[in-house]
């Protein structure tokens, strides 16, 4: 699967999906056809609807008008077939569990009963998965006494370790730093292009993973464009999308984004993003 | 100032550890302790899910409620045990249906508490029998606890057991990362709910032993000292229902040899437990 581009197996499906909440319609006549192993970065101003297009995949959110599908099947209320990597979100000191219980709960967290009782087979999984995250090396440690960087690779980890039709990534990169940040979304990467996972990854900075990106959806006022990078990041493209004047700037390989709405107070609400999540 | 009894010089201290008869008094209570035990066990290992929901509030919330469910059956003539076991279940799926967000119910909790406490006492200020069943259920009174009653607190401590023992796996994701939790298909609304009764059966029967005030003692000290020395999935819930054992029979068997209520026994025993691990935790790497 080191090109996506030449497979035509569709893995996720949105058809004519719309999201409203009351009067406020969110996105409407999305089309989406994901294929195997393709990368898929999903950006657009905060409360556009990028998390909320993650809750519809997983079952949580109910489209207002259309339909999504996984391998022909329509999604069911928190569907196992996807794989999930939430916020960084440090974890307290005094949590009671090691790097292997995290990961572990990714293949049987939902069953009722007590944690690693046998299952020579899940520990075996569990193992080989922590592996390939390259996180053996603290997989024995306290998960709470980890840096931000080591807990998120054990929850990619935890997502991938049930060998999930989909991976969803809901701004898995923030408050890491540089190098965390590129170790966090090489194993991504690395696990689509080895098991042909396609990943749908929402962010506000494309930069960390614009290598990646085979297609962007770009959610704003209500609309959204499709489109691989060098379609959708136009300053043109985006100007009609915002209904306002947006340059789209190259800087030193880097995509700069500048005169959006939310622009001028990014910080702020960033910030108020976080906060919210943590309030939750 | 006569009639109060001395606390210092021989006589004071016969009040504390006096240990003749000890055999006979041990035969009396020995109900008492096994209630003590199951109690421990339960409340050790439900404590270890207390810490990690952020919920120590919460459990003196619900103990303030069972308090006045218990002082309302007091009035009425009913069952103390029914009394509170209704309070602390009625107040804990209240607090679990206001949802996940910390902030949002500590808030609620502190609205609530005062008004069970007061409700608590109103229905002791009309009620005219003993005195020392009403000062019990503040701050405990097992050994007038009879027969029966203790059979119901042990039965009470197995089911809210068993809660725990089925939902375990979900409840520690759910405690985790309730949005992944939420993601994999847990479902985390009844998860919490099924927790919040557990955690209002066990508190009804802590209200019973160590008294609505005191209840942190055996919810969450043993938990809070437990994880003070291992992050291990496995060995804390064992040290924290160790701890817990050890504080409410430990606090009943001194406090036979004396003529104070068992409830300082059982507190001192569970701060000296948490101050060792702090100690221990600090010095040595967690396991």
Sequence with gaps: MSDAGDTNDTVLSVRSGRLSFGERTLWSDLDLDLRRGEFLTVLGSNGSGKSSLLKAVLGLQRLTAGSITIDGRTVTHGDRHVGYVPQQRLIPPGTPMRGRDLVALGLDGHRPGLPMLGRREARRRVTEMIEAAGATGYADRPVGRLSGGEQQRLRVAQALVGDPSVLLCDEPLLSLDLQQQRAVSALIDARRRSHGTPVVFVTHDVNPILAATDRILYFANGRHRLGTPDEVLRSDVLSELYGTPVEVARIRGRVVVLGTPDDAHCEADHGDQVHQRWAG | ?287
């Design chain 2, 1 to 287: 100032m006569t009639h109060l009894l001395p606390l210092v010089g021989p006589e004071g201290w016969a009040r504390v550890f006096n240990f003749e008869d000890y055999g006979r008094l041990l035969q009396l209570v020995q109900y008492s302790l096994l209630a003590a035990a199951v109690l421990g066990v339960v409340g050790g290992i439900v404590g270890v899910f207390v810490m990690q929901r952020d919920m120590a509030f919460a459990v003196h919330g619900i103990s303030e409620l069972s308090f006045a469910g218990a002082a309302a059956a007091l009035l009425l003539g009913t069952s103390v045990v029914a009394g509170s076991l209704v309070g602390s279940v009625v107040a804990a799926v209240a607090i679990g249906l206001l949802g996940p967000r910390a902030r949002d119910r500590n808030s609620v909790i502190g609205v609530l508490m005062p008004f069970g406490l007061g409700l608590g006492i109103l229905f002791l200020a009309l009620y005219d029998g003993r005195a020392s069943s009403k000062f019990g259920l503040l701050t405990g009174q097992i050994i007038s606890v009879d027969g029966p009653q203790l059979g119901w607190l042990i039965a009470i401590c197995a089911v809210a057991l068993a809660i725990v023992l089925v939902i375990w796996r979900p409840l520690l994701f759910d405690s985790l990362d309730p949005d992944v939790a939420a993601a994999r298909g847990v479902p985390v609304r009844t998860v919490s709910l099924l927790f919040m009764v557990a955690l209002g059966l066990v508190v009804s029967v802590a209200v019973q032993i160590v008294g609505a005030l005191l209840v942190l003692a055996l919810l969450v000290t043993p938990a809070a000292a437990a994880l003070r020395v291992s992050a291990s999935p496995v060995v804390v819930p064992v040290l924290a229902a160790s701890f817990a054992v050890l504080a409410a029979v430990g606090g009943i068997l001194l406090a036979l040899g004396g003529s104070l209520p068992i409830s300082p026994y059982v507190t001192t025993i569970s701060f000296l437990t948490y101050l060792v691990c702090r100690v221990v935790g600090s010095v040595g790497t967690r396991t």
